[in-house]
């Protein structure tokens, strides 16, 4: 399998996730509505954070023309990530409610290592 196979393999996959997840927090969707207010957010700042998982979305599809556009949306996503495990921790969630923000977290990390590899 090329590298850009996999590239796309992997870039598409997290874009694709993160702009149905943004795109209902920005909507507020009624379940959108409840993750935010079970981790303690009002409705106004889980749309910033719905927004910048769009952005965040979108530069990774970028970064398959740009890569440091790229690289930089994947620490975004991370960054926004981590910030959700630490609420769901703080809130003394289960794991189970911890694995999506994890496993994004992979896909996303997973993204970024093919990404710098793929550098030349």
């Not at 965040?56 to 926004?80: H, K, M, N, R």
Request: glycine share 10%; net charge positive.
């Amino acid at each position: 399998m090329s590298t850009t196979s996999v590239l796309l393999a992997t870039a598409l996959p997290v874009a694709a996730v993160f702009l149905v997840l943004g795109s209902a927090k920005v909507l507020a969707l009624a379940p959108m509505r409840a993750r935010a207010a079970h981790v303690g957010f009002s409705t106004s700042s889980y749309r910033v954070i719905g927004g910048l998982e769009i952005a965040g979305a979108i530069g990774v599809l970028l970064g398959l023309a740009v890569p440091p556009l790229g690289a930089a949306a994947a620490v975004g996503l991370l960054l926004l990530l981590a910030g959700a495990v630490l609420a769901h921790l703080r809130n003394g969630d289960s794991p189970r409610l911890l694995t999506p923000a994890v496993v994004s977290g992979l896909f996303v990390a997973a993204y970024l290592t093919v990404l710098i590899g793929a550098r030349p």
